[in-house]
């Protein structure tokens, strides 16, 4: 009888269903857009087309369509603005998880770590409502003057590429937007508004288009953001080139182009060359703007009465509309209903691990570190207690908390006496947008009493921890201008070899996201290459120092000797020299700068190798606390003809303690009927081991792996015959090759 009176219940149930509801259709956003397009005016279409306050830019009131809100950065959540403001809108919900720089997540080569970044940070932008997060920025590291190498990738292609796409599915998991910029060839803060950059099609194929691709064509990013230098005498934020023909052609992007703000200087160029969403306009996108300047951007009246009067049509607009209403579909309307989490304990784990791994032991005479047997630490210089997390341009943060080194160490150091002194005066402002961090960094004393001060004081330490390096100040590591100088900022090296000469026990910890000049470098036994790593960067560091994490970070970029040991030699290299055009920007008129990248692809290591000059740390170099020892090289028997090779080689960690190393496999094509750099990373693999252990790694090796860009062909090339495999620790610390013949 039960079972009956089951069967009747279930029956009824589906009866009911079938004579009223419908089941719910799959949601198919391809069909939303189209029905919501097919129901808006040109205005509404022109609407959306362009910003409506700083950061938003209008949905359709009459249709139920959302406004879309876009924030920086790509290291955390930005304060919240008032409409029309640069400045914080002074909210107390709004202080956010400060992530590590994302030099610091490169230099982990750890993709698992580059998603778990991706899904924290997206998770902090949905749950504060935003729709597009203005980050990741992946251009190439050219110059170690350049203001924002701190918040790229940078040198090589392969590595920046690896990173992004998990960082970009992460973000997009939580529907919101990755915006990943700045697209193209912005590789300098030095007249990034004026300056028009000219490269062979095969660098920049090779070297900077490659991260881009990876993450539109891997990580399905859903926004790109135009640059605002010039590329073939055509504004990047409306570049037919970048936008139309590789991007939204080659590539099949199907998002939406957003202009960097401030990069959109016509309206005819906008309407065709490939923008979607204009921001900014008539400001320098960090302090300056018009007011309420909205109903005269570029895509907004101009546009509109060029329709009215029959002058353009609405093909573009259409698509532009299409592009922006999928956007709003995958992201606010998107039926997942994410709801994101913000300053959460998990965040600032992960934000911690991130630090932690991200770091690079770059020298360790004698084991000094990790940290042992201290009775007393002497912490010396103002990057241990200065705040990072505000300034440097626009991924400054209003963070809600951020552990200093000097903190971390204290901490991590129970019943040690950590004494600290100030060693130099560099930066003592604390203030960005609004955001202040509270310090006071006055000092009265002179340079030469702060330093005999740390001298005193590192007489009878058992350890010196110098910390110092650049920090987010106007020509440092900045956006909006350039570093004017290689070497450390407010004469460090006086402070680091008074220090070295007081106690043979000093350890150097530079803070920077740009490689500087050592001249002490054979009198300090233990350097460590830290990054602005945010809310968590004394915990991260402190790990690191006394052992708790075995470093494992890998430089993503080469630290010359000097300046003049890299490509970039003349003017016309960079910044560039003038020329005769000029810029009529709305608030001066310049002329603008020709540059030209003639190193072509030898950016970084590629340029060290085929110079031969040996640079202070290499590109891809790293120490640990244990040793690790490489069998072997081994290559798959079978070529396959899709050219797929599989590299295996065997890593035994010969040390005492756990520790993770970075296997790099480089590609060298000696045969090649084309100048190819000596070899070229394509592919990589982090790998874990207790002491004692072995692990074979194995990394895939495909036709594109072997290929380079043929530009009269306009495609890649893999020439048959011979290619060697280097496996190694560094790209300047081989452990092994291996070579094999490609087959036609
Ligand atoms: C800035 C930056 C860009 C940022 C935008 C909004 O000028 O170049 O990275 O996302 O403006 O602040």
Redesign the pocket.
């Known amino acids: 009888m039960k079972y009956l009176k089951f069967l009747v219940t279930v029956l009824t149930a589906t009866l009911i269903l079938s004579c009223g509801e419908k089941p719910k259709p799959a949601f198919n956003p391809e069909e939303r857009v189209e029905d919501i397009l097919s129901q808006m005016t040109v205005e509404e279409k022109v609407a959306l087309t362009h910003a409506q306050s700083k950061f938003s830019s209008a949905g359709v009131p009459r249709l139920g369509i959302p406004e879309v809100w876009c924030t920086?950065?790509p290291h955390g959540i930005r304060a919240e603005v008032l409409w029309d403001e640069w400045d914080q809108a002074g909210w107390t919900s709004d202080s956010c998880t400060a992530f590590p720089a994302l030099t610091a997540l490169a230099a982990s080569w750890d993709p698992s770590l580059a998603e778990l970044y991706g899904i924290s940070i997206g998770e902090e932008a949905r749950y504060r409502k935003k729709d597009v997060l203005?980050g990741p920025g992946v251009n190439i590291y050219r110059t170690p003057l350049n203001g924002r190498n701190f918040e790229y990738m940078g040198e090589d292609p392969y590595l920046a590429s690896a990173m992004v796409v998990p960082y970009v599915k992460g973000v997009q998991s939580n529907n919101v937007a990755a915006c990943v910029?700045?697209y193209a060839l912005n590789n300098q803060e030095t007249a990034r508004f004026f300056t028009d950059v000219s490269v062979d099609d095969r660098t920049l194929y090779e070297i900077y288009l490659p991260a881009f691709k990876a993450a539109v064509q891997e990580g399905g990013a859903w926004a790109i953001?135009g640059s605002y230098n010039l590329y073939k005498g055509q504004w990047n934020c409306h570049n037919q080139y970048l936008l139309n023909d590789i991007l939204k052609g080659e590539w099949g992007f199907d998002g939406v182009v957003i202009s960097?703000?401030g990069g959109v200087h016509d309206t005819d160029q906008a309407i065709t060359n490939g923008l979607d969403m204009e921001f900014?306009s008539w400001t320098n996108?960090?302090t300056m703007g018009k007011t309420n300047a909205y109903d005269s951007y570029f895509l907004a009246q101009p546009y509109l009465e060029r329709i009215r009067s029959g002058k353009v049509g609405t093909t573009e607009l259409d698509d532009k509309a299409r592009r922006i209403l999928r956007l709003i579909f995958r992201t606010s309307l998107n039926p997942e209903h994410k709801t994101g989490k913000f300053t959460s304990p998990e965040h600032y784990a992960a934000a911690r691990k991130i630090g932690a791994e991200g770091i690079v032991l770059l020298k360790n005479e004698g084991g000094l570190l990790p940290i042992k047997d201290a009775r007393k630490v002497l912490v010396v210089g103002e990057n241990a207690v200065k705040m990072m997390t505000v300034g440097g341009g626009?991924s400054s943060l209003k963070a809600q908390h951020e552990i200093s080194p000097l903190d971390g160490i204290r901490e991590a150091l129970p019943g040690v006496e950590v004494v600290y002194e100030r060693g130099y005066v560099g930066d003592a402002s604390g203030a960005y947008n609004g955001v202040t961090t509270g310090q006071d960094l006055s000092e009265k004393r002179s340079a030469g009493q702060l330093i005999a001060d740390a001298v005193k004081a590192a007489q009878d330490a058992d350890y010196v921890i110098f910390i110092g390096g650049l920090n987010k100040s106007d020509f440092q590591d900045a956006?909006g201008n350039d570093r004017k100088e290689y070497g450390l900022p407010y004469d460090q090296d006086a402070v680091i070899e008074a220090l070295a000469a007081a106690n043979p026990k000093l350890v150097v910890v530079n803070i920077s996201g740009n490689a500087v000049a050592m001249p002490w470098v054979d009198k300090v036994p233990a350097i460590v290459q830290d990054w602005y790593l945010g809310s968590e960067a004394g915990h991260s560091l402190a790990d690191v120092l006394t052992g708790v994490v075995n470093p494992s970070g890998k430089l993503p970029f080469t630290f010359p000797v000097a300046l003049e040991d890299g490509p970039v030699k003349t003017l016309a290299q960079y910044p560039g020299i003038p020329g005769d055009r000029k810029w009529e920007s709305p608030f001066s008129s310049v002329p603008i700068l020709e540059e030209e990248y003639t190193e072509g692809i030898y950016v970084g290591y590629r340029w060290y190798d085929a110079k031969q000059v040996k640079p202070l740390f290499p590109f891809g170099h790293g120490l640990s606390y244990t040793t690790f020892e490489y069998g072997e090289p081994s290559v798959s028997k079978a070529v396959t003809a899709d050219g797929k090779v599989t590299v295996r080689v065997p890593v035994t960690n010969t040390g005492a303690v756990a520790g993770a190393e970075v296997v790099q496999v480089y590609v060298s094509d000696p045969e090649a009927s084309v100048d190819r750099p000596v070899k070229e990373l394509k592919g990589f693999c982090k790998v874990w081991l207790e002491p004692g252990e072995t692990k074979t790694v194995s990394v895939n090796l495909t036709r594109e792996s072997l290929s380079f860009f043929d530009a009269a062909s306009h495609s890649w090339k893999a020439e048959p015959g011979h290619f060697d495999v280097l496996v190694g620790s560094s790209s300047a610390d081989i452990r092994g090759s291996v070579g094999f013949e490609l087959k036609e």
């Open positions: 920086d950065g203005l910029k700045h953001m960097d703000w900014g996108g960090l626009s956006e």
